[in-house]
């Protein structure tokens, strides 16, 4: 049974930075790629980042290129998202999710590709 716990979302202003963390169980963790998405009320869930199950290769959205960074300890069974000159358009609950394939190449981007997910952490950024 695989267990992805996000932690690390919060209030921030405008211009701000935070730093998510998902630890995860389960499955080998470092066979799969992991992947953050976002989901904003009344919106569909959205990419955001991921990254290989090496950790080689990363994807970031148009809307984060260059404010986010995405990595991964598989020693420690976690992925984290940097998020830097975070505005209040970032604002959303953010889910970690992992690939259902494994080793997977090259990374997808697309949701339905995941098929385990945390339960969420929320991101506020005040204007």
């Known amino acids: 049974q695989v267990q992805l716990v996000e932690s690390g979302g919060g209030l921030v202003q405008a211009g701000g930075s935070l730093r998510l963390s998902c630890e995860a169980s389960?499955?080998?963790?470092?066979?799969?790629?992991m992947g953050w998405f976002r989901q904003a009320p009344g919106k569909e869930r959205e990419f955001v980042a991921a990254i290989s199950w090496s950790g080689s290769s990363t994807y970031y959205a148009d809307s984060v290129e260059g404010r986010f960074s995405i990595s991964r300890d598989n020693e420690k069974r976690t992925v984290y998202l940097q998020m830097n000159s975070l505005k209040p358009e970032d604002t959303a609950v953010y889910y970690c999710?992992?690939?259902?394939?494994?080793?997977?190449?090259?990374?997808?981007?697309?949701?339905?590709?995941?098929?385990?997910w945390g339960q969420g952490t929320q991101v506020t950024v005040s204007s």
């Open positions: 389960g499955r080998t963790f470092s066979n799969y790629a």
């Open positions: 999710g992992q690939d259902r394939s494994i080793r997977r190449r090259p990374v997808t981007t697309t949701v339905t590709d995941y098929n385990y």
